[in-house]
């Protein structure tokens, strides 16, 4: 007795012979599933056994205009096969609007989509998928994977922890979630779950390097100093592990051990600016500003609308005995757009120690219209020093109105009030005056002999005209 053939071979048997063996064996599925299929179906599929793909697709373009669900879906599958996922998407998306509850139309679509990276239509496709196979661990992998893309980490992670709770294990998942946490501004939690894997795969370097990025995020010196050292056992000369060493480094303030790793960063990746600036950094802690401003002015050189970097050489500068080169270090920030306001606050302080009046009110000005908080303390600060530039003018007015508003936000600073108190006794408001002095020295008694001194009567020459 000769068996019926599989079911793919099925589909090279003509019309005929199909009928004649349907009607012997009316159970057989594959006979019936032949039977019932539509002509350019059967064309199609008997190229495709022939490995003829295009003329499949030709053949099957009637049954394709009719929305049959099996033309469907094997035009997407040979679609797919062929590379063309845009059209393999939508084959699918027209099999799933045809069959609703498809088992593999959403997931399919969804597929192509992402690997087409069309993050949207991928997360639409695998959320229908996830719905209608809510076990499906792959369709929570994918939609996860699209989530992230799209931005939507905390629904991400929540995507991934599905994924997990039916594949527990599962690494691409575990990593998408981590990610996806890091992403949230949950370092310390992403880290929690690369260090496993990190122990179970501890060659692995695209995991070392995930979990040093985490680590670095959640500030864990001690890890960073672990993976790091891992890193560069799997990596020997991993710039990014030297990075890491040397960030733990800045952030002890260990600034000579962090100053030898920044400036070996700056001679291996010259064209970098962070090893550069850093190292800048470092020199400015240990009081070598002179050699600070070079660091910076290199930093500057790679990229000049670098604003830390301007800011942090023209600090140097001013430290280094250098006022007018400091000064000039800050004029292209006026050019600046998007001037973040503690920019501003820190160019106005510096511009008051170089005793800038104007230039430090206008950066006061400047402060004041990004949206900064008129409680901040920095903002305090520097009206407290224009307040000073403006006592020393003669100014007492507008000096009391800005030490007024300083210490509405540090009224307990005994200088302040001693001031304050000074600028209105030049007013001859000397009720409100002793009050402030009284506020002052209950602070810090320590200021009693400065505020005699103040007001100690200046002695007055007596000329006698004509005296022997």
Known sequence: MIPLPSDSWLWILDDELVRTLFAVSPGHSGLAARAAAEPALVAAVRH????????????????????????????????????????????????????????YAAFNEGLCQLRLKQWQAAAEALQRAVVLTPSHAEAWHLLGA????????????????????????????????????????????????????????????????????????????????????????????????????????????????????????????PAFLEPWYHTGVCLFRLGRHAEAAEAFRSALQIDSRHIESRLALAESLHRAGQPDEALAALEPIAEFRDVPAAVWLRVGLLRAENGQLEEALLALERAQQSGIPEKDPDVAELQAAAAALLQNRGEFARAADLYRLALSVRGDDPVLLFNYGSTLASLERMTEAQAAWKQALELDPGLAPALIEALEPQPVRNHQNGAA
């Open 48 to 103: 495709w056994l022939r490995a003829e793909p295009q003329a499949a697709l030709s053949a099957l373009e009637p049954a394709l205009a009719r929305e049959d669900a099996d033309a469907l879906l094997l035009g997407a599958q040979l679609s797919f096969e062929t590379g063309d996922l845009a059209r393999a998407a939508s084959l699918y998306h027209r099999l799933a609007e045809c069959v609703p509850d498809h088992p």
């Open 146 to 269: 699209s989530l992230l893309h799209l931005e939507r980490h905390a629904e991400a992670a929540s995507a991934f922890g599905q994924c997990l709770s039916l594949r527990p294990g599962y690494v691409p998942a575990i990593c998408g979630k981590a990610a996806a946490l890091q992403l949230q501004g949950k370092p310390a939690e992403a880290l929690a779950l690369y260090l496993p894997l990190v122990e179970a795969a501890p060659e692995r370097e695209e995991i070392l390097m995930n979990a040093l990025g985490a680590a670095l995020d959640a500030a864990d010196w001690p890890q960073v100093r672990r993976l790091a050292l891992r890193v560069a056992a799997v990596s020997p000369g991993s710039l990014p592990a030297k990075e890491a060493l040397a960030h733990a480094d800045l952030s002890e303030q260990k600034w000579e051990d962090a100053l030898g790793g920044f400036r070996e960063l700056s001679a291996l990746a």
